[in-house]
């Protein structure tokens, strides 16, 4: 058999190792992953049937170990597990937090504590879940400026002000940390900058805000909204538009319950819903982008991009045409998504661009009443073409460009930029196909119509 084996060719070795690598890889194996389970298993987790891997997709995840079925009660987590509020002020923390002037947030608490506790390695709880945490992130906290120079400037600025918040959070938690000096009288480097970024980063891709629990604690400001709580194995469940998982906390029983809404099959990725997000949302909460993602769009302004680029000349009734516009909201989604450009951007140039003054023609256009193909669609459709292949040129590189230089890429952030842009051009070129694929449409329609009326 190995001399049949060593006598095939360099085509059948490469489709084997296609093969494999297409598949999930499992990390159940791994020390850090079994203590983690078995610390589940003591604190009354039974029965998982998940364990980690790495899949092709998506990276590390969680794999279902057998066949779920709909409804089927998948997980139960015990509230011990979590880390909540609660167990945050019932800590050797809580006599420092309830001093803490000005008062800390529920997001600055649990920053401090997963820092405190973190150190405290094998002393912690919590040591098992710390371990499988990753070392660094790639939210905008953890950008470099080279990886923001990659990023689309659409995005840029607001992926800078996370970083910003971040940095400023500590600064502001510097005074206290002070405070907490005599809590570790033998360390100086667990309140540094990296580790806040470390905890930070946690809380932000990974807690859930969610009340659990009873008490209400006045030492702490902005507690009237839900507080972030950490939900060890929940949380190490890869997002999906598409997966349905129902969430409910049993009181009586003091546990977190999750039930499947779909069938699994034995081997394959369980999947959560972080909610219908497009990928500037994942990229600058969760530090993620999702390839086809269906909620994804581009956005274009009115001012800054279809104004500028019409330069209507007619000043008095260009007001008349923007104020109708604003009366009607349809200003509000100016976008090209998956489906091809939003039928209120079509109608926006359309109003902008016909030359009747009468608001009822305008009203009819807003109501799709218009000829199909006619002067005023065609007008829309052709004024959307010419901004679509605007903004893909406004763009730095092609996206041919991306896909060689993602290869030479190696941060993860970076390559996280780069796939980030690439996603917004795809989607701007498919839009451009569908808007001239109608358009030929339309020529081919026209010139039936006149051959069929002679």
């Known amino acids: ?95 420092y937090i309830e001093r803490a002037d000005p008062q800390l947030t529920p997001t600055q608490a649990l920053a401090i504590f997963l820092m405190c506790e973190k150190h405290r390695e094998e002393k912690s709880f919590w040591y098992p879940y710390f371990d499988i945490l990753p070392e660094e ?27 910003y918040e971040c940095h400023r959070t500590y600064k502001e938690l510097e005074p206290f940390f002070k405070v907490l000096a005599d809590l570790f009288p033998d360390k100086d480097d667990i309140f540094v900058f990296k580790n806040f970024r470390w905890a930070w980063s946690a809380i932000k891709t990974r807690a859930f805000d969610v009340f659990i629990g009873t008490k209400t604690w006045s030492h702490l400001r902005d507690i009237e909204t839900p507080s972030p709580t950490m939900f060890p194995l929940i949380d190490s469940i890869n997002h999906s538009a598409k997966a349905k998982i129902r969430y409910h906390y049993n009181d009586q029983s003091q546990c ?48 800054e991009d279809i104004l500028e ?16 516009l604003a009366r009607n909201n349809l200003i509000s989604d100016l976008t090209c998504g ?6 209120q951007m079509l109608t926006v140039l359309m109003v902008l661009l016909c030359e009747q003054k009468d608001e009822d023609f305008w009203e009819d256009l807003r109501r799709g009443r218009f000829e199909e193909n006619g002067a005023d669609d ?9 901004l679509l292949s605007q903004r893909l040129r406004s763009y730095s590189t092609t996206l ?55």
């Open 256 to 303: 977190l319950e999750s039930r499947t809404e779909t069938v699994y099959r034995r081997h394959t990725e369980l999947l959560n819903c972080y909610g219908r997000a497009d990928n500037d949302n994942l990229l600058l909460e969760f530090g993620f982008v999702v390839p086809g993602n269906p909620a994804d769009t581009v956005t274009f302004h009115l001012v």
């Open 338 to 343: 998956v489906t091809g450009v939003s039928p």
């Open 137 to 163: 992130y790639s939210c905008p906290a953890f950008f470099t400026e080279d990886d923001f120079r990659l990023l689309p400037n659409s995005l840029r600025g607001k992926a800078k002000s996370k970083k």
């Open 1 to 95: 058999r190995t001399n049949m084996v060593a006598r095939r060719g360099r085509a059948w070795r490469r489709r084997q190792r296609r093969k494999h690598e297409n598949r999930p890889v499992s990390l159940g194996h791994e020390k850090s992953f079994v203590r983690f389970f078995q610390w589940l298993h003591r604190n009354g987790c039974r029965n998982i049937p998940l364990k980690p891997a790495i899949f092709p997709e998506t990276g590390r995840g969680m794999m279902v170990t057998k066949p779920l079925k709909n409804g089927e009660l998948t997980l139960t987590i015990p509230k011990r597990l979590l880390i909540t509020i609660d167990d945050i002020m019932d800590s050797y923390l809580g006599p």
């Open 378 to 386: 065609i007008r829309g459709r052709k004024a959307a073409r010419r």
């Open 400 to 454: 041919e460009e991306d896909e060689k230089l993602i290869e030479e890429v190696t941060s993860p952030c970076g390559r996280l930029a780069l796939l980030y842009g690439m996603e917004k051009k795809r989607l701007l070129g498919y839009a451009l196909e569908t808007l001239q694929h109608s358009a030929k449409v339309a020529i081919a329609r026209s010139v039936l119509r006149k051959l069929f009326s002679r």
């Open 309 to 324: 680029h019409l330069q209507p000349e007619n000043n008095e009734l260009l007001e008349r045409k923007i104020l109708f």
